[in-house]
């Protein structure tokens, strides 16, 4: 295995904040925190400190066994749904603290790789409308219907903070298939919820952006961005950098080549400093561009619902015959045959 490839399989954290108030939520729903913590491979102990974080597998899968040994499907969706943007510790903070939900939500996804790696969210400003698209992408986690159901719940709480409590999305995206119990998502966003969809996505109003956040602080934030960008860099979370710029390719995939120049500019670095960076870690922008799109393919042949024809698009070529020749040269296989011997990664967890 390359290096290149070593790097991807890194375990990826979520800060322990994402967990706040876990324990208590499993109790009130009847399950046995102990056992559900323990056969997820998770120190409770680690759960009192915020800024400690958490290997993210295990996090996503506490949510599905407690799903399971609760005996409610819809656990994530009701833990996202009464969790409030302060319990996400500093992250939550940039939003809270930010002047207004437009520049929340950037701030939110700028900082995001600090607080969260394997994973992406963009804010996708388009005309009328926006997306926030978030989506974990480290391939060895194939379990995660219920970090999307409640993640999405926690972002929609952080954007009532400015649009009032009644607010409600134009629409919910989810990747995974629809589930049996899903008309509680629509009272729940209180909005129309599609699955089978390319990503975990809000849809809203882009006149929203502007409206001011109540607990706007340009002191405090300053403080909190300083503070995740040295938690970010700390011993125990991968580089930010790298999944900051993942996050950016991943962003631009869908205009076709990302440009390393329009990210360089976006992450307020210039060009070469930016190919030193990444050369310091063994990376080149080319060949990360080519990992995400590797990363990526994989993650969308896992949705069965996708049609393979789709995924060119998706991942930027402008030709099928393009990313057939590249998955070939990742896999040795045709997307159909890798599809084929991987199955269906939404299917349910098996029970112990």
Not at 81 to 95: I, K
Not at 219 to 224: E, M, P
Not at 285 to 295: G, H, K, M, P, Q
Request: proline share 5%; aromatic share 8%; with cysteine.
């Amino acid at each position: 295995m390359d290096s290149l490839a070593r790097s991807s399989e890194r375990p990826a954290g979520v800060l322990a904040s994402a967990a706040s108030g876990l324990i208590e939520f499993i109790a009130d729903e009847g399950g046995d925190a102990d056992r559900i913590l323990g056969h997820s491979g998770i120190d409770p102990e680690r759960l009192h400190n915020p800024t400690l974080h958490l290997d993210l597998g295990q996090y996503c899968r506490v949510f599905e066994v407690a799903a399971q040994q609760t005996g409610n499907p819809n656990f994530g969706l009701r833990f996202g749904s009464q969790f409030r943007p302060e319990s996400l510790g500093l992250l939550g903070y940039v939003g809270l603290c930010s002047d207004t939900l437009g520049q929340a939500l950037r701030n939110v996804v700028r900082m995001f790789p600090c607080h969260q790696q394997g994973s992406t969210l963009q804010l996708v400003e388009l005309g009328e409308y926006s997306r926030l698209d978030y989506q974990v992408l480290h391939g060895a986690i194939a379990h995660k219907r219920q970090d999307a159901e409640l993640s999405l719940g926690m972002f929609a709480n952080l954007m009532r903070q400015a649009l009032g409590q009644r607010w409600a999305p134009e629409k919910v995206h989810f990747e995974h298939a629809q589930p049996e119990a899903w008309h509680e998502h629509c009272k729940s966003f209180d909005a129309p919820v599609l699955f089978n969809q390319p990503s975990n996505s809000l849809i809203f109003r882009s006149q929203l952006l502007g409206r001011s956040m109540p607990g706007r602080d340009p002191r405090l934030l300053t403080l909190i961005l300083e503070s995740m960008q040295k938690l970010g860099s700390s011993g125990d979370a991968r580089p930010a950098l790298v999944d900051e710029v993942k996050g950016q390719i991943h962003q631009q995939l869908a205009d076709g080549d990302p440009s390393l120049e329009h990210i360089a500019e976006q992450l307020r670095l210039p060009v070469w400093t930016l190919q030193r960076r990444l050369s310091d870690q063994g990376l080149s922008f080319t060949a990360l561009v080519d990992l995400v799109r590797r990363e990526l393919a994989t993650h969308y042949l896992q949705q069965a619902s996708l049609p393979i024809s789709e995924l060119a698009v998706l991942l930027g070529y402008s030709e099928i015959s393009a990313f057939s020749r590249a998955f070939r040269r990742w896999f040795a296989v045709s997307p159909r045959q890798w599809r084929q011997a991987h199955g269906n990664a939404d299917a349910p967890l098996s029970r112990r």
